[in-house]
């Protein structure tokens, strides 16, 4: 089975920083593009960063503070967040989708992960 797992939430002050990881199981992670979608209480989910075995891409709202990264050998998806914002507060989740392109779009991906949460405040 198919399984994605978040974990790296938790508190940070604004300015900060935290790392997500999203562990694939039983994927090969190069016939995939992996996006890390957030939502915040009362919001749509939204895409935040995609990643393919060829390009990354990122919302205008973290480009340059975030960095996707993807690591074959331990089957992971990283999510480097940087500069913090309290705005950044939302649940983050993994999600991936059996293509070589990546997408905005929740409803086009086949697998999420449960979420993790993250809190910017001071």
């Known amino acids: 089975q198919l399984q994605l797992v978040e974990s790296g939430g938790g508190l940070a002050q604004p300015g900060g920083s935290l790392r997500l990881s999203c562990a694939a199981s039983r994927f090969t992670l190069r016939y995939y593009a992996f996006g890390w979608f957030r939502q915040a209480p009362g919001k749509e989910r939204e895409g935040v960063s995609c990643?393919?075995?060829?390009?990354?891409n990122y919302a205008d709202s973290v480009k340059g503070r975030f960095t996707i990264s993807r690591d074959n050998a331990k089957n992971t998806v990283y999510l480097q967040m940087n500069s913090l914002r309290p705005e950044d507060t939302a649940v983050y989740y993994c999600?991936?989708?059996?293509?070589?392109?990546?997408?905005?779009?929740?409803?086009?991906?086949?697998?999420w992960g449960q979420g993790t949460q993250v809190t910017v405040s001071s």
């Open positions: 999600a991936a989708r059996q293509s070589y392109s990546c997408s905005d779009y929740p409803a086009e991906y086949d697998y």
């Open positions: 990643i393919t075995s060829g390009s990354t």
